[in-house]
């Protein structure tokens, strides 16, 4: 069992940047692909991020695409997900999710573990 835990969230204006954070109780965190996903007022779940085991590769959504970056250090145990140029439509609760299949995922049912949610607010 691995417990994910968010935190960065916060209130931001149009233009604006965050820096998301997971930390994650299991060693080797290395073991797990990480995602973060998204959850909008009145929306389904989207996923935003995607990151391999070693970091070597990264995915992302295409609204997202050069404004956030993903990232993590498996010696701290922590992913990360830098949120520049925020807009209001990226107002969600954001999610870290893990996956331990051997491939990295967009789909949400592939992820394994699921943190709490931290809540991102941008006002125009």
């Known amino acids: 069992q691995v417990h994910l835990v968010e935190s960065g969230g916060g209130l931001v204006q149009t233009g604006g940047s965050l820096r998301l954070s997971c930390a994650a109780s299991?060693?080797?965190?290395?073991?797990?692909?990480m995602g973060w996903f998204r959850q909008g007022p009145g929306k389904e779940r989207e996923f935003v991020a995607a990151?391999?085991?070693?970091?070597?590769?990264?995915y992302y959504a295409d609204s997202v695409k050069g404004r956030f970056t993903i990232s993590r250090d498996n010696a701290k145990n922590t992913a990360y997900l830098q949120m520049n140029t925020l807009e209001p439509e990226d107002t969600a609760v954001y999610y870290c999710?893990?996956?331990?299949?051997?491939?990295?995922?967009?789909?949400?049912?592939?992820?394994?573990?699921w943190g709490q949610g931290t809540q991102v607010t941008v006002s125009s």
């Open positions: 999710a893990a996956d331990a299949s051997p491939a990295l995922s967009t789909v949400g049912r592939r992820y394994d573990y």
């Open positions: 990151i391999s085991r070693t970091g070597s590769n990264t």
């Open positions: 299991e060693r080797p965190f290395s073991r797990y692909f």
